[in-house]
T-cell receptor, first 115, second 112 residues
Framework: AQSVTQLDSQVPVFEEAPVELRCNYS??????LFWYVQYPNQGLQLLLK??????LVKGINGFEAEFNKSQTSFHLRKPSVHISDTAEYFCAVTTFSGNTGKLIFGQGTTLQVKP | KAGVTQTPRYLIKTRGQQVTLSCSPISGHRSVSWYQQTPGQGLQFLFE???????NKGNFPGRFSGRQFSNSRSEMNVSTLELGDSALYLC???????????FGPGTRLTVL
């Protein structure tokens, strides 16, 4: 079975500062990894995904993440955050098992960007 | 392309009733997945349908069921509602292996 742990439930940061949201996963098989963002009263929007290839993945809105297989991590980073980045962020994993219809999510990290 | 749509957006029911939620996937997508989101349990996978067949199922009681139609639209049903079923129910569609899931805005269910 797979599991995802987001190490911080809340991350407060000042505007224009860098941020890292941490995600570790557990799986006995190869996985696909995703980061989603959820703004209040909305569904989830994909920020970026890792399927294979380069371990550094660039996404939308200036976010990037690095897949580290040995540490089973997929941390999300942004060099300079904006007020508009305030939202809930979810790390998710699914397996290669012929379909990707079942995502396992972490508990989420609330990013609070302060002026 | 139109996104994933879910109806209704908000729903209030009382304990013991049943409810049906609807999801229309992005055109051409054959996989539809359902998730329950609550403050305590977070995002939990309910089930996935692909070409009218349930392909994956999460750890929810039999009161939670779903189906998919030939046009890929999906419905989920919850019977004998309990207070703990109050949640945001999210539907997502995808086009194939490795493809991202596109989420709808969700249906907010409140059980009184």
């Amino acid at each position: 079975a797979q599991s995802v742990t987001q190490l911080d439930s809340q991350v407060p940061v000042f505007e224009e500062a860098p941020v890292e949201l941490r995600c570790n996963y557990s799986s006995s098989v190869s996985v696909y990894l995703f980061w989603y963002v959820q703004y209040p009263n909305q569904g989830l929007q994909l920020l970026l995904k890792y399927l294979s290839g380069s371990t550094l993945v660039k996404g939308i809105n200036g976010f990037e993440a690095e897949f580290n297989k040995s540490q089973t991590s997929f941390h999300l980073r942004k060099p300079s955050v904006h007020i508009s980045d305030t939202a809930e962020y979810f790390c998710a994993v699914t397996t290669f098992s012929g379909n990707t219809g079942k995502l396992i999510f972490g508990q989420g990290t609330t990013l609070q960007v302060k002026p | 392309k139109a996104g994933v749509t879910q109806t209704p957006r908000y729903l209030i029911k009382t304990r013991g009733q049943q409810v049906t939620l609807s999801c229309s996937p992005i055109s051409g997508h054959r996989s539809v997945s359902w998730y329950q989101q609550t403050p305590g349990q977070g995002l939990q996978f309910l089930f996935e349908y692909f070409s009218e067949t349930q392909r994956n199922k999460g750890n929810f009681p039999g009161r939670f069921s779903g189906r998919q139609f030939s046009n890929s639209r999906s419905e989920m049903n919850v019977s004998t509602l309990e207070l703990g079923d109050s949640a945001l129910y999210l539907c997502a569609s995808s086009g194939g292996l490795g493809d991202e899931q596109f989420f709808g805005p969700g249906t907010r269910l409140t059980v009184l």
